[in-house]
């Protein structure tokens, strides 16, 4: 069903995982690419309605807002290229709203053109957010001991609020991930090359960690924190490749000082952009989809 | 307007009466209008209502039934792990311990790869989570519906150099259902988990061993339970038998902890006596899966979890494909 030839890739995500930033952040980069062997734009996008005010917003180094699922953009294509080697490819984004993905996990499957754009997707960038809680936080015992011993509570049951009803959208954010990954799998043809590109996104939160936690590679971050995903990933066949990037697409926070520093003192705003994968540092938004295109190689590129 | 998610269940507003026959249905979702889709779409479940919408639909998330988990068994090795034990006795939090050790990647040997059933694990840990609104640690009770219904994992392990995958289905008996195990071949006979089941884990609970009242009853039941599985389960020679002394906590936590770890040992020495060699393989571990005092007893729940991923000499595992009614449910399944 694709209109090009060339490999398609897809981004997946929940809500508030970077994904506009993202698109964003990579539309002015393929503009104004530095990389000797970075990506460029191969054409302009058919509908620029949704994007260009988003890139503005952008440079001004404002705070793009939260995509909604209500006023949902149009879908996109960003038509990349790779000048040395020749190699294209399509970056289309179904949907910028997590809460869709959301849905997805929520009513167990896919419209059908989502099904159908993954059964043709050469791979896919999965959005994970550095300040994220990968798993809902289970109640420790020794700060409710205490309490426990007094009320003789436990799984004979306590005085106190009931809790809530689990509803399926309360599961946590590593679990909705991986049942949309085995969605994913489910659609597809057994053994069919893929590649999953996991975008860590506000990497600069993870550099001003203190101590050893400032100093963790992705790959490190991914598996500790989200280790259920992590595990998922290391466990499927080797036809579906994973790598694991660190990106801060905006560039830091959103205090005024930040935002001066983005804008003022950071001349170019190409280099803003953080992306971390392995020990290979620059400011090359692209690499996730040039390593998806099998231009970079398995170390780094 | 609300919708009820069990298949057959024939709730209506007008006539509330449900599939389990209780006055109120407790499996009602809400139907809400969704503004993007502008359909009506059913948040948890509802598969008619949502096939207009989704395209493809896939796992439910939630335990297998019988016939779900039997396309598992045809179709991957897979281990059959049956759980059993009196209410309140600690089955569903084991389980949820187990859920939430693969979840936080300390499930050492064993690597995630894979569930149908995550959602019915998020639902198992979900009320000893501080999102819930719990103030402590509680677990959800197994209803006796959900009996031979099955949650599912795959996990990989390094054998032999290199790394192979397993699948296990694990069942939870209702505890409002164990009396009748105890009491009747027939029920035994009915459940095709125990049937089938690879391994079986008979929880004892330890705050009933260390009451004095209760204790005897408690002990009768795990021996009399037994009994009645080696008398209606026709390969029970062939099953790994697990008695798993639950909430240990409440053994070692009170004052006169040695008497009661004493008569605990009693216990263990007369389960020996009684059932070692009666069974492929025969042990009893002490498990404290959400203590009230100390850490959970994870290194146990991972050597269990380990022992059940083995398999057994009396049940081999047929080459994947290969439909057996030996493997899989159908055998058991009573019309």
């Known amino acids: 069903m694709s209109e090009h030839s060339d490999p398609t890739f897809l981004l997946l995500g929940l809500s508030g995982t970077g994904k506009t930033n993202f698109l964003v952040a990579t539309d002015v980069v393929l503009d104004y690419q530095t990389e000797p062997d970075g990506l460029v734009h191969a054409g302009p996008a058919a509908d620029r309605a949704y994007l260009q005010p988003l890139r503005e917003k952008w440079l001004r180094g404002e705070v793009l807002e939260h995509t909604s699922r209500l006023q949902p953009p149009t879908p996109h294509h960003l038509l990349t290229k790779h000048p040395r080697s020749g190699r294209a490819a399509s970056f289309y984004v179904p949907d910028l709203a997590g809460e869709s993905f959301e849905s997805y996990f929520e009513l167990r499957g896919f419209p059908a053109e989502v099904s159908a754009r993954i059964r043709e997707a050469a791979g896919l960038c999965l959005f994970i957010h550095s300040d994220g809680s990968a798993s809902h936080e289970v109640l420790a015992h020794p700060q409710l001991r205490e309490l426990m011993e007094s009320e003789d509570g436990g799984s004979d049951g306590v005085a106190g609020e009931q809790p809530k009803e689990w509803q399926i959208g309360d599961a946590c954010d590593q679990v909705k991930l991986v049942d949309l990954l085995q969605f994913v799998f489910e659609s597809r043809k057994a053994g069919q090359p893929f590649d999953i590109a996991v975008v860590v996104s506000a990497w600069d939160l993870v550099e001003k960690m203190p101590g050893a936690a400032g100093r963790l590679t992705p790959d490190e971050y991914f598996s500790k924190h989200w280790p259920l995903l992590y595990q998922y990933l290391k466990s499927l066949p080797k036809s579906v490749r994973h790598r694991i990037f660190g990106v801060s697409a905006r560039g830091g926070g959103n205090s005024k000082e930040e935002v001066h520093r983005l804008t003022v003192e950071i001349q170019k705003p190409r280099d803003r952009i953080i992306v971390v994968d392995g020990s290979h540092r620059s400011g090359d938004i692209s690499r996730p989809i040039r390593w998806m295109l099998g231009l970079l190689n398995e170390n780094n590129g | ?335």
């Not at chain 2, 059959?80 to 034990?85: A, P």
Request: proline share 4%; with cysteine.
């Open chain 2, 1 to 335: 307007m609300k919708k009820c998610t069990q298949q057959g269940c024939p709730y209506t507003p007008e006539r509330p009466d449900c599939i389990e026959g209780k006055a109120d249905c407790p499996h009602l979702v809400e139907a809400v209008d969704d503004a993007k889709l502008g359909q009506t779409k059913v948040i948890g479940g509802g598969d008619s209502l949502r096939a207009d919408i989704v395209a493809k639909t896939f796992h439910t998330g939630e335990k297998l039934s019988a016939d779900e988990a039997s396309t598992v068994l045809h179709e991957n090795p897979t281990s059959v792990v049956l759980c059993v034990g009196a209410t309140g006795s600690g089955k569903t939090t084991f389980l949820a311990r187990i859920g939430e050790l693969f979840r936080e990647g300390a499930m050492s040997a064993w690597r995630f790869a894979g569930s149908l059933t995550l959602c019915g694990f998020e639902r198992a840990s979900w009320r000893a989570t501080l999102v819930s609104g719990a103030i402590v640690p509680d677990t959800r009770r197994t209803d006796r519906w959900e009996n031979d219904t099955f949650l599912h994992l795959c996990a990989n392990a390094v054998e032999g150099g290199k790394w192979t995958s397993r699948h296990i289905l694990i069942s939870d008996l209702s505890g409002e259902s164990f009396p009748d195990a105890v009491s009747s071949q027939d029920f035994c006979r009915s459940l095709c988990s125990l049937q089938r089941a690879d391994t079986l884990v008979v929880f004892a609970d330890s705050k009933q061993l260390v009451d004095t009242v209760q204790r005897h009853a408690e002990t009768d039941n795990v021996i009399k339970f037994l009994q009645q599985v080696e008398s209606s389960v026709p390969n029970a020679r062939a099953l790994r038998v697990q008695v798993v002394f639950s909430r240990w906590d409440y053994a070692i936590s009170v004052d006169e902890h040695l008497v009661n770890e004493r008569y605990c040992e009693e216990f263990e020495r007369d389960l020996q006596t009684r059932f070692e060699g009666r069974f492929e393989q025969f042990d009893i571990s002490r498990v404290a899966a959400r203590p009230r005092v100390g850490e959970p007893t994870d290194d146990i729940i991972r050597q269990i979890f380990s022992r059940w991923m083995v398999p057994l000499k009396g049940h081999p595992i047929d080459p994947i494909g290969e439909i057996s009614h030996a493997r899989d449910f159908s055998a058991y399944l009573r019309p």
